[in-house]
């Protein structure tokens, strides 16, 4: 099973169309068009479920300001040091997170940042949402 997602011709050009084992894009009407197999469809699934606990993406935030013990997380949050931390170990484990050790303590880093991207994109999508279904209540005012 292969799932279909296309990109505008403004975020690839022609040349950018590509077959790989993960998935091909291929161009259809100006478009590249990715289709994913199935590892790759289960990976992406793997990934929206750990990006599914909002904590995570709270936890995220933070971290976007630089490399941190997880001391800060818990404050900002108002956590505690337990939770953060088997929440963290999950964003590790999932390639989201960096973490090395420096003597005593454990410092992380985000190593992925298209999380962001993704969630603006919801955002985005939410407030076009939210526009479209306020225009279609004053149109049938």
Do not use: W
């Not at 404050?75 to 505690?80: T, V």
């Not at 999932?94 to 603006?120: H, N, T, W």
């Amino acid at each position: 099973m292969k799932l279909r997602v296309s990109l505008p011709q403004s975020t690839m050009s022609n040349k950018d169309c590509f077959s790989s084992k993960e998935g091909d894009l291929i161009k259809t009407s100006g478009h590249c068009a990715l289709q994913m197999n199935d590892k790759m469809l289960e990976l992406a699934a793997s990934r929206f479920s750990i990006l599914g606990e909002p904590y995570r993406l709270r936890i995220l935030q933070v971290l976007k300001r630089g490399p941190m013990t997880v001391g800060l997380p818990v404050q900002s949050l108002d956590g505690n040091q337990s939770n953060v931390s088997k929440h963290l170990q999950l964003l590790y484990g999932a390639g989201i997170v960096d973490r090395k050790r420096e003597g005593m303590r454990i410092v992380y880093s985000l190593r992925d940042p298209s999380v962001f991207g993704l969630c603006q994109m919801v955002h985005r999508n939410e407030i076009k949402k939210r526009q479209d279904r306020l225009k279609a209540a004053e149109k049938a005012r």
